[in-house]
């Protein structure tokens, strides 16, 4: 099934990166010590083709994501990058950890430890994380990073995650008035740029949108669920098949901007941190599978959805494992909802299309 | 009404008490303790614990809680045959065939009425994501909380105090499910006799250094249920039958596998359902599996003197599969020399990202010291894909090599 692309917008392709980039990979990363220490963040997506190189590295039994992020490493395309920053988020990210120092050519590593809960106990012990981050970058580029410039660094966060909400406010109206598709690039834009540009550019996509007319074709309005999903092409390719997507649960994707380190509470900065990021939204990782599913359910309804599409990377045990019990909440929510598993390919995508547009049917135009 | 692994476990013991009598091995004493350990989940005086692998079974002892890992199960109910069953009952509410078949077992004898409802259910962030998740899938279908203990990565005094916390946080969870307080008496008792048992454990291992070893390549196979016994006195019982048992052998020359000629490093998990594997490893070319890598004892005798949360904290954080890679592949190469091997098998398990992922490793690191590793590509506990005739053909051109 070959997919169709959408013609990219031209703001695709701009780079609002001034500054030397270190990769990160998981939404837990503290991209604030990262842009405070001087770095460009950019987040290690990897890619939606067919893994090369890293396969004589990974087992084939990992998930699409680690392999092709190891993947697109050893083709060079992360050879920029300063450093990567990883987090102990899955089994599979704990041993591309391993992999990548190993065989991929960068002088700095680091992993962060992360907790589950979020008691004071565990926010102590990511605090002592963050800590260790710091003083590892300190130590290895010869940077001071102060506490001051950490702040900054959370405030400038912050205000991103608030223009990317108000932009992202635009899809509560009926039709929508930014696709997934654009939104999803700006995620992905967010998440590899500079973001006080980026913030600068949201501003201006949310004016500009706001003011053309409404689209004139009402769609069915689908959220998005499941393990992360970088290449916005898929969200597209989804939008093609009759839906509008109206909000991405993925920490790729909406979720990733609910989070706010911009109000300090202690006086302690790397505290506020640590406790802002541990009181985020949960993925699968965290557990909490009731909140999480809560969550969901209130996404449905606060953007009027009228369904959820569930994407699970093949072999993302994290998310894999808790598909029955989430399709049994949604279903006694009465809300509709597609399960897919995917190599993560963006031709594994295009196998599904058969399924995603009966999916579209099933719901039936009279929804709208 | 009595369930079927209640059955099990009370006709395990009574058949291996009946054996004991008749002739008393190492092994044999072993199975048996674990079976009595088992009971003890359908005994009045004690509460149940479901849990993961690694998790303090000795709090649990010192609480009058009868713990029990679900791996554990999943890999008894594949070794009696009878996962398939579960398997299928699991897959047919939507779990993926791709994930760890030990803990998909367990989740369909749950669904199935197997598992006799627990009074608690206790699972470690460590060694997977899978068991954790199980262990979500039984509460939800016992309609009981979850305790979730967060292994840390490395084993700084921060990440052993982190998690002694996380014990004291697990002992008031216990209390308010169950009323049960924990003994500190009896705790430093448990861990007074792991300390013995670290002796004999010790002891036990070093003898199988010897060229020939005096163990067979199953005398010790799936050794690490011992955790299982923790702090028990049967776990003092079970290291010395094995110490004696070696010693005897080794005193009088008498090998475990006659004519052994090569000896073999098992990497991780056994195969758990019937094969003909390692009776044709024995049988055709002499080779023994003389260390399962699992079988490591990793651990240094616990400190008495010092708070038992903070001891057992700390052993469980030096764990070989706890950290980066580097920690277990440093046990590889020093199990490789001292054992004296001559190659290795990795059976590398379907589902387990946390150790396939980095089989490679596992190569570059061993042929670096010129063993060489088979891999075999296998599920250990689902048999359903399992192709005997091409895995052996792989085993019979691996032991050529060597």
Redesign the interface.
């Given at each position: 099934m070959q997919v169709r692309l959408r013609e990219a917008p031209e703001w695709v392709s701009l780079s609002f990166s001034d500054r030397p980039k270190i990769g990160w990979f998981c939404g837990y990363t503290p991209l604030e010590v990262l842009l405070a220490a001087g770095f460009v963040p950019v987040r290690v997506s990897g890619h939606t083709g067919s893994v090369s190189k890293a396969d004589s590295c990974l087992h084939a039994n990992m998930c699409h994501y680690v392999r092709s992020a190891l993947d697109a490493a050893l083709n060079g395309a992360y050879d920029e990058l300063k450093g990567a920053v990883f987090v102990n988020s899955c089994d599979a990210m704990r041993r591309l950890y391993d992999v990548w120092r190993k065989h991929v050519n960068m002088d700095f590593t680091f992993l962060l430890d992360l907790p589950r809960g979020q008691s004071e106990e565990d926010v102590a012990y990511y605090q002592n994380e963050i800590q260790k981050l710091r003083n590892a970058i300190s130590a290895h580029f010869s940077v001071d990073i102060t506490d001051k410039q950490i702040k900054a660094a959370a405030h400038i966060y912050s205000e991103g995650r608030d223009q990317y909400k108000a932009l992202n406010d635009l899809r509560r109206e009926t039709p929508p008035r930014i696709s997934g598709y654009d939104i999803a690039n700006m995620a992905a834009l967010f998440s590899s740029t500079s973001p006080e540009k980026w913030g600068a550019y949201a501003l201006t996509l949310t004016t500009e949108k706001s003011e053309q007319s409404a689209p004139a074709v009402k769609r069915l309005r689908m959220i998005l669920d499941g393990s992360p999903v970088h290449n916005p092409e898929v969200i597209s390719f989804i939008e093609d098949c009759g839906f509008d997507v109206v909000a991405e649960n993925f920490c790729s994707g909406s979720r990733h901007f609910d989070l706010n380190t911009g109000k300090p509470n202690t006086g302690d900065i790397l505290h506020d941190l640590s406790a802002a990021y541990l009181a985020r939204p949960p993925c699968a990782r965290m557990m909490r599978f009731e909140e999480r599913a809560a969550r969901l359910i209130d996404i449905v309804k606060t953007f009027g959805a009228h369904g959820v599409i569930h994407i699970s990377l093949k072999f993302c045990d994290t998310y894999l494992y808790d598909v029955p019990r989430l399709r049994k909440k949604l279903a006694a929510e009465g809300i509709r909802s597609l399960f897919l598993e995917t190599d993560g390919t963006i031709g594994s995508i295009g196998q599904l299309k058969t399924r995603i547009e009966a999916f579209a049917e099933m719901i039936g135009g009279d929804a709208l | 009404m009595t369930t079927m692994i209640e059955a099990y476990f009370s006709q395990l013991e009574t058949a291996l008490a009946r054996k004991l009598e008749q002739k008393a091995t190492a092994r044999r004493r072993f199975i048996y303790e674990i079976a009595r350990i088992g009971n003890r989940m359908f005994s009045p005086d004690w509460k149940s614990a479901w849990t993961t692998v690694f998790v303090p079974f000795e709090i649990l002892d010192a609480m009058g809680v009868a713990g029990n890992f679900i791996e554990f199960v999943g890999a008894m109910l594949s070794g009696t045959g009878t996962a398939k069953q579960y398997l299928e009952k699991a897959e047919s509410?939507?779990?993926?065939t791709?994930?760890?078949s030990y803990?998909r077992t367990i989740i369909g004898a749950a669904m199935d009425g197997l598992l006799p409802e627990p009074d608690l259910l206790i699972g470690s962030?460590f060694p997977?994501?899978?068991g954790?998740?199980?262990l979500?899938?039984v509460g939800?279908i016992y309609n009981k909380d979850?305790f979730?203990i967060?292994t840390?990565?490395?084993s700084s005094p921060?990440?052993i105090k982190?998690l002694a916390?996380?014990y004291r946080?697990m002992i008031t969870f216990i209390t308010n499910q169950t009323g049960r307080t924990l003994d500190y008496d009896r705790l430093r008792k448990c861990i007074r006799n792991n300390n013995i048992a670290h002796g004999y454990f010790a002891e036990m291992m070093e003898l199988c250094k010897k060229v020939p070893s005096p163990a067979t390549s199953d005398d010790l196979k799936n050794f690490i249920i011992y955790v299982l016994l923790g702090g028990s006195d049967s776990v003092v019982e079970v290291g010395r039958a094995f110490r004696d048992e070696f010693r005897y052998k080794a005193d009088n020359n008498i090998a475990g596998l006659p004519g052994e000629k090569f000896r073999l490093l098992w990497i991780q998990n056994r195969i758990q359902f019937p094969n003909n594997l390692i009776k044709l490893l024995e049988e055709r070319f002499k080779a023994n599996v003389v260390i399962d890598e699992l079988n490591h004892l990793y651990w240094n005798p616990l400190d008495e003197d010092e708070d038992p949360l903070i001891a057992l904290a700390r052993r469980q954080v030096t764990h070989p599969l706890v950290g980066?890679?580097?920690r277990r592949l440093e046990v590889l190469v020093e199990l490789a020399r001292d054992y004296r091997v001559d190659g290795a098998i990795n059976p590398?398990h379907?589902?387990c990202?946390?150790s396939?992922?980095?089989?490679?490793?596992f190569n570059?690191t061993l042929q670096n010291i010129d063993v060489p590793v088979l891999h075999l590509d296998v599920d250990c506990v689902d048999e359903r894909n399992f192709s005997e005739g091409q895995i052996i053909t792989r085993l019979e051109a691996f032991m050529e090599m060597l």
């Amino acid at each position: 099934m070959q997919v169709r692309l959408r013609e990219a917008p031209e703001w695709v392709s701009l780079s609002f990166s001034d500054r030397p980039k270190i990769g990160w990979f998981c939404g837990y990363t503290p991209l604030e010590v990262l842009l405070a220490a001087g770095f460009v963040p950019v987040r290690v997506s990897g890619h939606t083709g067919s893994v090369s190189k890293a396969d004589s590295c990974l087992h084939a039994n990992m998930c699409h994501y680690v392999r092709s992020a190891l993947d697109a490493a050893l083709n060079g395309a992360y050879d920029e990058l300063k450093g990567a920053v990883f987090v102990n988020s899955c089994d599979a990210m704990r041993r591309l950890y391993d992999v990548w120092r190993k065989h991929v050519n960068m002088d700095f590593t680091f992993l962060l430890d992360l907790p589950r809960g979020q008691s004071e106990e565990d926010v102590a012990y990511y605090q002592n994380e963050i800590q260790k981050l710091r003083n590892a970058i300190s130590a290895h580029f010869s940077v001071d990073i102060t506490d001051k410039q950490i702040k900054a660094a959370a405030h400038i966060y912050s205000e991103g995650r608030d223009q990317y909400k108000a932009l992202n406010d635009l899809r509560r109206e009926t039709p929508p008035r930014i696709s997934g598709y654009d939104i999803a690039n700006m995620a992905a834009l967010f998440s590899s740029t500079s973001p006080e540009k980026w913030g600068a550019y949201a501003l201006t996509l949310t004016t500009e949108k706001s003011e053309q007319s409404a689209p004139a074709v009402k769609r069915l309005r689908m959220i998005l669920d499941g393990s992360p999903v970088h290449n916005p092409e898929v969200i597209s390719f989804i939008e093609d098949c009759g839906f509008d997507v109206v909000a991405e649960n993925f920490c790729s994707g909406s979720r990733h901007f609910d989070l706010n380190t911009g109000k300090p509470n202690t006086g302690d900065i790397l505290h506020d941190l640590s406790a802002a990021y541990l009181a985020r939204p949960p993925c699968a990782r965290m557990m909490r599978f009731e909140e999480r599913a809560a969550r969901l359910i209130d996404i449905v309804k606060t953007f009027g959805a009228h369904g959820v599409i569930h994407i699970s990377l093949k072999f993302c045990d994290t998310y894999l494992y808790d598909v029955p019990r989430l399709r049994k909440k949604l279903a006694a929510e009465g809300i509709r909802s597609l399960f897919l598993e995917t190599d993560g390919t963006i031709g594994s995508i295009g196998q599904l299309k058969t399924r995603i547009e009966a999916f579209a049917e099933m719901i039936g135009g009279d929804a709208l | 009404m009595t369930t079927m692994i209640e059955a099990y476990f009370s006709q395990l013991e009574t058949a291996l008490a009946r054996k004991l009598e008749q002739k008393a091995t190492a092994r044999r004493r072993f199975i048996y303790e674990i079976a009595r350990i088992g009971n003890r989940m359908f005994s009045p005086d004690w509460k149940s614990a479901w849990t993961t692998v690694f998790v303090p079974f000795e709090i649990l002892d010192a609480m009058g809680v009868a713990g029990n890992f679900i791996e554990f199960v999943g890999a008894m109910l594949s070794g009696t045959g009878t996962a398939k069953q579960y398997l299928e009952k699991a897959e047919s509410t939507g779990l993926s065939t791709d994930g760890c078949s030990y803990h998909r077992t367990i989740i369909g004898a749950a669904m199935d009425g197997l598992l006799p409802e627990p009074d608690l259910l206790i699972g470690s962030s460590f060694p997977c994501d899978g068991g954790l998740k199980a262990l979500c899938h039984v509460g939800e279908i016992y309609n009981k909380d979850v305790f979730i203990i967060n292994t840390p990565f490395d084993s700084s005094p921060e990440a052993i105090k982190y998690l002694a916390g996380q014990y004291r946080d697990m002992i008031t969870f216990i209390t308010n499910q169950t009323g049960r307080t924990l003994d500190y008496d009896r705790l430093r008792k448990c861990i007074r006799n792991n300390n013995i048992a670290h002796g004999y454990f010790a002891e036990m291992m070093e003898l199988c250094k010897k060229v020939p070893s005096p163990a067979t390549s199953d005398d010790l196979k799936n050794f690490i249920i011992y955790v299982l016994l923790g702090g028990s006195d049967s776990v003092v019982e079970v290291g010395r039958a094995f110490r004696d048992e070696f010693r005897y052998k080794a005193d009088n020359n008498i090998a475990g596998l006659p004519g052994e000629k090569f000896r073999l490093l098992w990497i991780q998990n056994r195969i758990q359902f019937p094969n003909n594997l390692i009776k044709l490893l024995e049988e055709r070319f002499k080779a023994n599996v003389v260390i399962d890598e699992l079988n490591h004892l990793y651990w240094n005798p616990l400190d008495e003197d010092e708070d038992p949360l903070i001891a057992l904290a700390r052993r469980q954080v030096t764990h070989p599969l706890v950290g980066p890679a580097e920690r277990r592949l440093e046990v590889l190469v020093e199990l490789a020399r001292d054992y004296r091997v001559d190659g290795a098998i990795n059976p590398a398990h379907w589902g387990c990202r946390q150790s396939s992922g980095i089989r490679h490793l596992f190569n570059d690191t061993l042929q670096n010291i010129d063993v060489p590793v088979l891999h075999l590509d296998v599920d250990c506990v689902d048999e359903r894909n399992f192709s005997e005739g091409q895995i052996i053909t792989r085993l019979e051109a691996f032991m050529e090599m060597l």
